[in-house]
């Protein structure tokens, strides 16, 4: 047995990549102490060649999340774009997206996702930012091509008892500077994010901590006696309250939320990745933007354009995207073609769709229709200038 076999046989967490075949029903609990010198660094394996891999299939590999919520919305996200999975057969792990050549989605755990990009299994992949940084553990081959995909929407954070002698605990510095925390009793800690935990808490000054890796139902933890804090996902906060924990001041590791991420590697050198990716973040990126956006048409009496355009530009709420479109209205009186209404395009806010009413309004505005965006698109998307400058091309 190799050295690396034998290590994977006594450690099988450690690489978090690695699923070794155990005798069930045998359950492991891993523990570590992380101290204020050092802390052992993360072995990372990865099956295969990516090299080889990248030239062996000739079809790009999109990952998406196999199951859940995170699972639906993304394919609502991808269907809004018009970019709809079609799979022939629901329990198949491969299907395609029709309007993308060349390219074969297939579906996987979010971790799995991120370990498959970096042994070069998957090229793309759509996963919480929380995923990508636990198991993506700041790989330099990994990249994200877009941060923000409006789903997914949660914080890593720390969270305590609210009693006993946490009571007045309410910030990361001021557990750090508990003096209960020894090498004999260290400050435990549960949680499933056995990389990102540690980090955050060392680089906060937490010189003694014990981490035990647990699996749902992480609020319960300190109650039962086995942790004296979590780390674990939140959302709305009400399971933390219900369960007398607090979040602390400083306490968020990481806010999350669905990203597009890739393979650097596979940017690179897979032929066509780069301009399916230039296309799946320019539906993204016109999609995402027309969400929080209406357009509003109204008609407004007038001698002439620069006399509205006037009127217009002096409510703040009117001037739209880059300024709003003004064009004539002919209508026939006494059987003669006159122009005296001219039509006004804006773009609005959905915030502030009231308020521009109102306005139009206020100036001559009338017949005002109002109706939801699908797509606006920019000269080029933003990120994918940011994408390829990461890239160096």
């Given amino acids: 047995m190799s050295i690396m076999q034998t290590f994977l046989h006594q450690c099988p967490v450690a690489t978090g990549g690695f699923h070794q075949s155990l005798p069930s029903p045998t359950k492991f609990s891993v523990k570590f102490t ?9 072995v990372t ?30 394919l609502d996200l991808l269907k809004d774009c018009q970019l709809s999975v079609m799979q022939t057969n629901p329990r198949q792990y491969v299907a395609d997206i029709p309007q993308l050549t060349n390219l074969e989605v297939w579906f996987q755990r ?3 996702i991120v370990r498959k990009l970096v042994s070069g299994d998957l090229d793309l992949g759509i996963v919480g930012l929380d995923t990508f940084s636990e198991y993506g553990q700041g790989n330099e081959d990994l990249i994200i091509v877009h941060d923000a995909l409006a789903y997914g929407d949660c914080r890593l954070s720390l969270a305590i008892p609210k009693y006993g002698i946490f009571e007045s605990i309410n910030s990361v510095k001021e557990l750090a500077q508990m003096p209960q925390w020894t090498a004999e009793k260290p400050l435990r800690v549960a949680t499933g994010f056995t990389y990102l935990g540690p980090k955050f808490l060392k680089e906060n000054g937490l010189q003694h901590v014990t981490f035990s890796t647990a699996d749902g139902a992480l609020e319960a933890a300190p109650a039962m006696g086995i942790a004296d804090a979590i780390v674990d996902l939140v959302s709305s906060g009400t399971t933390l309250k219900e369960n007398n924990l607090k979040e602390i001041e400083g306490g968020v590791l990481l806010e999350s939320q669905a990203v597009l991420v890739a393979s650097k590697k596979s940017l690179i050198q897979r032929k066509g990745l780069l301009d399916i990716t230039h296309e799946i973040l320019e539906r993204f990126e016109a999609h995402l933007r027309a969400l929080d956006q209406f357009t509003v048409v109204a008609n407004m009496r007038g001698t002439n354009i620069d006399e509205v355009s006037e009127r217009i530009l002096s409510q703040p709420s009117l001037a739209g995207l880059q300024g709003p479109t003004i064009s004539p209205v002919f ?5 003669v073609v006159i122009s005296d209404y001219y039509a006004i395009v804006i773009c609005v806010p959905k915030k502030s769709l009231y308020k521009c009413v109102q306005q139009l309004r206020a100036i001559g505005g009338s017949g005002v229709l109002v109706s939801p965006l699908t797509y606006i698109f920019d ?7 940011e994408l390829l400058s990461k890239l160096g091309l």
């Fill in 110 to 112: 979010p971790k799995d």
């Fill in 379 to 385: 000269e080029e998307t933003p990120r994918w200038c």
């Fill in 45 to 74: 394996v990865v099956n295969g060649n990516a090299d080889n891999k990248s030239t062996e299939r000739s079809k790009t590999r999109l990952g998406l999340p196999s199951k859940g919520r995170m699972a639906a919305d993304t």
């Fill in 331 to 335: 209508r026939k009186v006494n059987g």
């Fill in 34 to 42: 992380v101290s204020c010198s050092s802390v052992a660094s993360p």
